[in-house]
Every structure is written in C-alpha cells, then in structure tokens.
C-alpha cells in the first residue's frame, strides 16, 4: 500500500472515529507516541498531560512541521504530511478528541484547536498551498475539511 493511500486512510478513519493501528512507544502518564521521519529538515514537537492520549507524526519529505499538545484524556491525533514545506499543529484539551490532518503535495498549513470532550477533526489536502483552521469548544463537534 503506498504511503499516500495509508496516509489517507488513517486520516480519515481518524474523522470516523475509528481506531488505527500503528507501532507506538509508550510515553509518559500512559500516553503512545509514535514518529516517523524519513527526509530532511523535518521536526516533530508534541506534549502530552493526563492518561492514554496518542499521537501519531510521520513526515516523509522535507522542511515539514508537526506539533502537537494534548491535555486530558483518551484524546488521538495523527498528522501524516509525505511532501515538502508543511507546517501541522494540533491542540487538544479535554477529553475524548480526535484529530486527523494529512497532506501530501507542497505547503499546506493546518491548525486545530479542540477545547471540550468528544470532538473530532478531518482535513485532507492535496495539492499546493492550502490553509485549514478550525477552533472546536464544547462537546460532540464535527469538522472534515478536504482540499485540492
């Protein structure tokens, strides 16, 4: 399966709220972290507070971004990325949150904000240049964004 298409996939199980299997290391306070960069130029930054939260980065290309904070509990986010000059962020406080993104071509730039329990987050893009921000307070929103 190439990279792209699992990519893909895992991104939008992730919006459905479905589980993904990947190699995770255990972190602190119960949390899985997992990264992944083949490339150059890449870095992943991320923290984690509260009990089995799990991110996931896998980057690919070159002179890409991903950071990630999660505060709380059960929450998930993934990022993806695999082209060159993309910047991913996610932000996740409470409990229960999910978060997807991916990417794929050359500089794409996502920010996701989840304040509360049970929200969850799509965002696929694939060709040049595209922006996704979405900000999610309360409980139960739903946000899928796909771009080309």
Partial sequence: MSSRLSLSLAALALSLGATV??????????????????????GAAGSQRGYRNRLTVQQDGSSNSAHSRQ???????????????????TYQNGRGNIAGVAQFGTGHTVVTS??????????????????ANTTQ????????????
């Fill in 21 to 42: 299997s990947t190699s995770v290391v255990p972190a602190h306070a119960e949390g899985y972290v997992s990264i992944q960069q083949r490339g150059w130029a890449n």
């Fill in 137 to 148: 307070v309360g409980a139960g929103n739903v946000s899928v964004i796909v771009q080309d």
């Fill in 71 to 89: 505060y709380g509990n059960h929450n998930r986010a993934v990022v993806g990325q695999s082209g060159n000059h993309h910047s991913a962020s």
């Fill in 114 to 131: 989840q304040d509360g329990n049970g929200n969850a987050v799509g965002v696929i893009q694939a060709g040049r240049n595209n922006r």
